[in-house]
């Protein structure tokens, strides 16, 4: 049932965006969430498809790595995010940072949220996938949380 709803999402939107704990689940092929995360990567390989994602994604997934000093995990997780097809990193610059104020200011959202927010909306995406409820207070696309359609 779950699957069914993420595939409907991804059939309505041609360009998504991702927030970092979609990463998360598919690089620990989280047992929980694995069935829902697999459609979405399949989903960017395919031609005509496109995700984006805030470079503050890649700063949250290495912070456990090296905290650890897990260099071949570090190595990993470039080696495979760094290759998916049809996903563009978005670094944040001048306009996302006032996006992602406005956002902060109107919606209340962590600056780190609110940045991930204003890469979705500055890169034109229509949904974003996360798995935080905190993101359907913007209404700017289309909010899909995981937890929702298990």
Request: with cysteine; aromatic share 8%.
């Amino acid at each position: 049932m779950g699957r069914d709803k993420v595939e409907a999402f991804l059939q309505r939107n041609r360009r998504i965006a991702l927030d970092t704990s979609i990463f998360i689940y598919e690089l620990e092929e989280n047992p929980r969430y694995r069935d829902l995360t697999h459609p979405i990567f399949s989903w960017m390989e395919r031609a005509g498809h496109s995700a984006v994602t805030s470079a503050v994604t890649m700063t949250e997934l290495l912070v456990q790595p090296y905290r650890r000093g897990d260099d071949l995990l570090i190595k990993s997780i470039y080696d495979l995010l760094l290759t998916i097809p049809n996903l563009q990193w978005i670094p944040p610059d001048i306009e996302i940072a006032d996006i992602a104020a406005k956002i902060r200011a109107c919606h209340r959202l962590h600056t780190v949220d609110a940045l991930q927010a204003a890469t979705a909306v500055k890169a034109q995406a229509t949904g974003l996938i996360t798995n935080d409820p905190i993101f359907e207070r913007v209404d700017l696309y289309e909010t899909l949380v995981l937890d929702r359609v298990l």
